[in-house]
């Protein structure tokens, strides 16, 4: 009751407006609001049509992590049914709005059973608030509207609320959306004096020092990055010095782990169409200079790879912190590609969240282009978010060599197996193509398996995938590039059983180069690989240890760098 009416007029929630609008397609947003005028909800790949009264709590909404109730909960949904009262100048839209919101209130109030599972979930909270925000300056709503004061109290509320109520015992992602929500709430209405503080103290925790999102997932890292960007347009030039260093900095990294195409990676959870990734970008570099990643190899351990056409991300780090690892997957020493704007290698993707065999096998070692050994996974997965033994991984060195830009790397995940072997990997990006150099340590014979999975947008007239060390066989493998969604792409498979030290690799090239007959063998310690279409002789020197790595290449001509 103390707090002051909600400024509908503030020039940067217009400004976050703009931003939302400018990043969502017109005719998307115009179908939405249509749907929803209708009653039909459609999130996640799933489309549920309520009629013209929503049931909020329907129990088969409740299934698994219930994250499609979630998103009915957080209206997404507002802002386009506001752009389509304005586009259209059709007033249903705007009855609609309101007649949603008030309704969820009658069916949500604080305090009933179950409220603060989906309704009342922090994340929610900060969610629908800003979305009521936003919604709400697109429809031009002003001070003395019935209808504004009522939505401008609530979102009140709902800062005052959230203030109570953070998740300080999940923190990560969720954490830094409460204290971006807070910012919203106390900017526009009041009441929370030290929003700002709370997100300050965020951001020093949760992104690190190469610019990375603490959960070391790209998708999570691009929706962190754009919270950020939208507090940043919020406050304008009463922005305080960290938040713009941060904001350019966790856009640096962004911008560095892209793929040929402008979007994320799928390493760890994550899928594309979350987040507007280049256009996202593009409003940060209006405001402030993305600052390139330093060393990344030995901070978040994503380590972007570039020469040429080509690109690759590798993961060369840990999982994640080990307080919150709800979104790792057993990824160590994997890597997306792409050449110019086509993807070569991609992740499985991440299908869905419910616990369950879908689950598991989009968490498995066997779903991402890294080494399984004796059939066990990297990363012990339960549950749908839940991790308990795990390797860490360790980039030994990291560096170019003539035009190979490249990163040696190793995991602990498999030394608790008899002989306790050791997987060291180099990748090395060149304007040739992709080297991929896998060295295994230890005693004893083992059942390895190196998987290699290509996009569908990778056409075998563009493109040769060849297996070192052995003959690999191709399989269809369900990629999940969006979240609900599946297609087929083809996953390559080299399997084996040997005594240690075993050597293997691929080398990913363009068609028109491609040979079939690149040897590989072991020089005592040093790994040495010959490809003779490239006129390439590489040398690869895996340690376990700090020392630094090496890696050589000569060409026919004789030439050769270290």
């Not at 509908?8 to 969502?24: K, N, Q, S």
């Not at 249509?34 to 299934?63: K, Q, S, Y």
């Not at 709400?136 to 709503?141: N, P, R, W």
């Not at 996009?455 to 493109?463: G, K």
Request: negative net charge; glycine residues 10%; charged residues 25%.
């Amino acid at each position: 009751a103390d707090l002051p009416p909600l400024r509908w007029d503030h020039p940067g929630l217009e400004r976050v407006a703009a931003y939302r609008l400018a990043t969502r397609p017109e005719t998307l947003a115009l179908t939405t609001a249509g749907e929803v005028l209708e009653g039909r909800f459609h999130f996640l790949g799933r489309r549920i049509d309520f009629g013209p009264e929503v049931d909020w709590f329907r129990p088969d909404l409740d299934a698994g992590t219930r994250l499609w109730k979630t998103l009915l909960h957080e209206f997404g949904y507002a802002t386009d049914l506001a752009r389509a009262s304005v586009a259209t100048g059709d007033p249903r839209h705007r009855e609609r709005l309101i007649q949603l919101a008030r309704h969820w209130r009658r069916a949500a109030p604080i305090g009933c059973r179950g409220f603060a599972l989906d309704a009342w979930n922090a994340r929610a909270v900060a969610t629908r608030a800003m979305n009521w925000a936003v919604a709400g300056q697109v429809l031009g709503l002003r001070g003395g509207d019935p209808d504004a004061d009522w939505l401008g109290r609530e979102i009140g509320l709902h800062g005052i609320f959230l203030r109570d109520n953070l998740e300080l015992d999940l923190r990560g992602n969720h954490l830094f959306r409460d204290a971006v929500g807070l910012v919203f709430a106390d900017t526009l209405v009041g009441g929370v004096p030290d929003a700002l503080s709370l997100l300050e103290e965020q951001v020093a925790e949760q992104v690190l020092a190469d610019g990375c999102h603490q959960e070391r997932a790209p998708h999570y890292h691009a929706l962190c990055t754009q919270d950020l960007l939208e507090v940043r347009l919020l406050l304008g030039d009463a922005s305080p010095d960290w938040l713009c260093a941060a904001l350019g900095r966790m856009a640096g990294f962004l911008d560095a782990i892209v793929l040929g195409d402008g979007e994320i990676p799928l390493l760890g959870d994550g899928w594309l169409g979350d987040v507007p990734t280049p256009q996202l970008l593009e409003a940060v570099r209006q405001l402030e200079t993305p600052i390139p990643p330093e060393a990344p190899e030995r901070g978040s351990g994503l380590v972007p790879l570039r020469a040429g056409a080509w690109r690759a991300v590798v993961r060369a780090g840990r999982h994640a912190p080990d307080e919150q690892m709800g979104h790792a997957h057993a990824d160590l020493l994997s890597f997306d590609a792409s050449r110019e704007e086509t993807r070569i290698v991609t992740d499985t993707g991440t299908l869905l969240y419910d616990p369950g065999p879908d689950r598991q096998r989009i968490r498995s070692t066997a779903a991402h282009n890294t080494l399984r050994i004796d059939g066990e996974e990297q990363l012990e997965a339960w549950g749908s978010f839940r991790v308990g033994r795990r390797g860490r991984a360790h980039a030994a060195s990291r560096g170019r060599t003539g035009t190979w830009d490249w990163v040696s790397a190793s995991h602990t995940a498999y030394r608790r197996l008899p002989g306790r072997p050791i997987h060291h990997r180099l990748v090395a990006v060149g304007e040739l193509g992709i080297l991929i150099l896998d060295a295994v340590f230890g005693s004893g014979r083992h059942r390895i398996e190196s998987h290699l999975h290509q996009h569908p947008q990778s056409d075998d007239e563009d493109v040769e995938i060849v297996a070192l060390g052995g003959t690999a066989r191709t399989e269809p493998a369900p990629l999940h590039e969006h979240f609900g969604e599946t297609r087929t792409m083809r996953r390559h498979v080299l399997a084996t059983e040997s005594d240690l030290p075993w050597i293997g690799g691929w080398w990913i090239t363009p068609a028109a180069s491609a040979d079939s007959n690149a040897a590989l063998h072991l020089d005592g310690d040093r790994i040495v690989a010959r490809i003779t279409s490239a006129q390439l002789g590489l040398s690869w020197k895996p340690h376990c240890t700090d020392v630094q790595e090496t890696f050589s290449l000569c060409s026919a001509s004789g030439g050769s760098a270290n």
